[in-house]
């Protein structure tokens, strides 16, 4: 199950600047779910060695909000394209996911029914991220077939994850 919403925004204080701010979340949950997947076939050239994923839980949630200022100025007869702005975003993440061994299963002649499952681990963790970004750009037009870019970023993290294992 994915749900997504959004929107953008912009107001335009001359020609020349303009303000946008956007607003993303994405929210994704996975009701429970197993998963095989095939490691290797033996010598025989039929029996497949399996390997599964048993999701129990798998929760992701993403907030991303960008506000950007946008202006074109000169500065002398020199031509500036500026571009300026903070973003914000929060990620939560949650699972609880088994794995391990499935039986192995005759390629030509599978049965389905008597699958072995033996679990050989669990995951189960919950994660946060959140970052605060600060950016500037400058692109600088000197002349009509020389043109500079100038920019920068500065992000700061921090996340905390937490092993429900442990």
Same mark, same amino acid.
């Given at each position: 199950?994915?749900?997504?919403?959004?929107?953008?925004?912009?107001?335009?204080?001359?020609?020349?600047?303009?303000? *946008?701010?956007?607003?993303?979340?994405?929210?994704?949950?996975? =009701?429970?779910?197993?998963?095989?997947? =095939?490691?290797?076939?033996? @010598?025989?050239?039929?029996? /497949?060695?399996?390997?599964?994923? @048993?999701? *129990?839980?798998?929760?992701?949630?993403?907030?991303?909000?960008?506000?950007? /200022?946008?202006?074109?100025?000169?500065?002398?007869?020199?031509?500036?394209?500026?571009?300026?702005?903070?973003?914000?975003?929060?990620?939560?993440?949650?699972?609880? $996911?088994?794995?391990?061994?499935?039986? =192995? $299963?005759?390629?030509?002649? =599978? +049965?389905?029914?008597?699958?072995?499952?033996?679990?050989?681990?669990?995951?189960?963790?919950?994660?946060?991220?959140?970052?605060?970004?600060?950016? $500037?750009?400058?692109?600088?037009?000197?002349?009509?077939?020389?043109?500079? /870019? /100038?920019?920068?970023?500065?992000? $700061?993290?921090?996340?905390?994850?937490? +092993?429900?294992?442990?």
């Amino acid at each position: 199950n994915t749900i997504r919403v959004g929107y953008d925004l912009e107001h335009r204080f001359s020609d020349d600047w303009q303000i *946008r701010n956007s607003l993303q979340i994405s929210s994704r949950s996975a =009701p429970a779910f197993l998963t095989g997947f =095939p490691t290797n076939l033996q @010598d025989d050239g039929r029996t /497949l060695e399996r390997v599964f994923d @048993d999701t *129990r839980r798998f929760d992701f949630n993403l907030y991303l909000m960008d506000t950007y /200022l946008e202006g074109n100025f000169n500065t002398g007869s020199i031509e500036h394209e500026l571009l300026a702005g903070i973003e914000l975003s929060r990620l939560n993440f949650a699972a609880d $996911i088994a794995f391990g061994n499935m039986s =192995p $299963i005759d390629l030509f002649n =599978p +049965d389905y029914d008597n699958t072995i499952y033996e679990t050989t681990g669990v995951f189960e963790a919950e994660s946060t991220d959140q970052t605060l970004g600060f950016y $500037i750009q400058d692109r600088i037009e000197i002349f009509d077939n020389l043109s500079l /870019l /100038l920019g920068g970023r500065f992000d $700061i993290l921090n996340t905390r994850f937490k +092993d429900l294992n442990a």
